[in-house]
């Protein structure tokens, strides 16, 4: 079993994490599995998330893989049917799933007149962004949390110990360079989450967030790392602004997970979005 920090009782707790395959939500699902929840591992691709099933239910863990698009309400509500049917109604909606896109991203951190003038094909700047592409990111992160919310959260009406946990990030509180529409869309995400903390805050359900600062993972990993393994330029620079001068291990994102999980540690936490950054957020550069 997953190594946690401290233990929660989360037995007959059904957990239901988007996004649940990949590195940073996989590390969640162990941690819940690992407290006794029956975890849904819930991603795009079936394969991938009855991997991540299997995982768990190999270290004695309590999984199932769900096919489900975040994006997609017929998706959701037929993977929402098999939940309910093979562990019962949501009591912890984790919202990992998430991204970016080449095409909302620019190649330069500034815009430079000759930029303009030159025209070069491997250079995006502001005005070449595409248009689908910044939809997509923000549909995904954006629409991404706020669908799910919407099918699971109908399971925890009143229900004592229901929560939602949604993933923002340090773009959210200030923009990366390069990011533009991750940036606004992870916005777009923390906002919601003190939005929808106060919306249901009436019937029982608390909602909170993390904000991861800098992991490397399988999304991120060639923007960070070169082919020989040596840190890139933009991981030089994201490792001079973290005080504690090294990239975060997923597992340490767990403590802080459980720690919103738990009704009996943090029943009166609602609408927060905690960083898990190593300071970066708190650095000025100086």
Known sequence: MTTLPFQIDLTNKVAVVT??????????????AACGAKVAVLDLKLENAEKKAKEVQE?????IGVEANVLDKESLKAAHEVILDKFGPCDILINGAGGNHPLGTTTKEYLFEEDLKQKAED???FFDLDPQGVQFVFNLNFLGTLL?????ASDMVNREGTTIINISSMNAYTPLTKIPAYSGAKAAVSNFTQWLAVHMSKVGIRVNGIAPGFFV?????KLLKNEDGSFTERSEKILRNTPMDRFGEAHELIGTMLYLVSHDASSFVNGV???VDGAFSAYSGV
Do not use: R, Y
């Not at 799910?148 to 699971?152: C, G």
């Open 19 to 32: 996004g649940g395959a990949g590195i940073l939500c996989g590390q969640f699902v162990d941690a819940l």
């Open 59 to 63: 270290q004695g863990g309590i999984a």
């Open 123 to 125: 250079v995006i700047t």
């Open 148 to 152: 799910p919310s919407q099918e699971f």
């Open 217 to 221: 993972t399988a999304q991120n990993e």
């Open 273 to 275: 979005v905690i960083p």
